[in-house]
């Protein structure tokens, strides 16, 4: 039985190097930049004339150590977003504040000075660690103090949110009645 020579054309390695970073990170888009950047690093050591005798073994292990990159360098983490353009007309906005606006000044209100710190540098940091470090805590303290954050707006979500129904409530009944 006779073995099939390892692929060289570009579009196959692309398949493959895609297969291999999405059992990484398990991302779709992720995985896709991590498979391009293994199958560039290999037409460059092609062009090099450094090619690798065995190219799909070579760039499926490329593209794992790039997915493992990917997610270690917080190059797929999310820019903090200008407030303006989160806003979105929503149900009953035009009689009062967002809702969004009434949770954030209740969690504020609820939080501790050092809960609040570690609230700010969340929304403004673009990782993390970055985070972290702006408020002098280690990553690990910092992921509970933002779990604790969010137990608590959650609490006060389904506090207003509970509020605003039974509101609505009392105004169906009166209008019916």
Not at 99 to 127: E, K, N, S
Request: net charge positive; hydrophobic share 45%; proline share 6%.
């Amino acid at each position: 039985m006779c073995a099939t020579p390892p692929s060289t054309d570009p579009t196959r390695l692309l398949h493959v190097a895609y297969r291999a970073a999405a059992r990484v990170v398990r991302n779709r888009v992720l995985a896709e930049e991590a498979g391009e950047r293994a199958v560039h690093r290999y037409l460059l050591a092609v062009i090099a004339g450094r090619s690798p005798d065995k190219p799909e073994a070579w760039v499926r292990t490329v593209a794992r150590r790039a997915a493992c990159a990917i997610l270690r360098n917080g190059w797929a983490r999310v820019q903090p977003i200008a407030e303006d353009a989160l806003s979105v007309a929503e149900p009953g906005a035009e009689s009062g504040p967002r809702l969004a606006d009434r949770v954030r000044t209740l969690v504020v209100a609820a939080l501790t000075p050092r809960q609040r710190d570690a609230l700010d540098a969340a929304l403004t940091c673009r990782t993390t660690r970055d985070a972290a470090r702006a408020c002098g805590m280690e990553p690990r303290d910092f992921r509970r103090y933002l779990a604790a954050i969010s137990q608590r707006a959650r609490c006060l979500v389904a506090a207003v949110i509970g509020a605003d129904l039974r509101r609505d409530r009392v105004l169906d009944r009166q209008s019916a009645g």
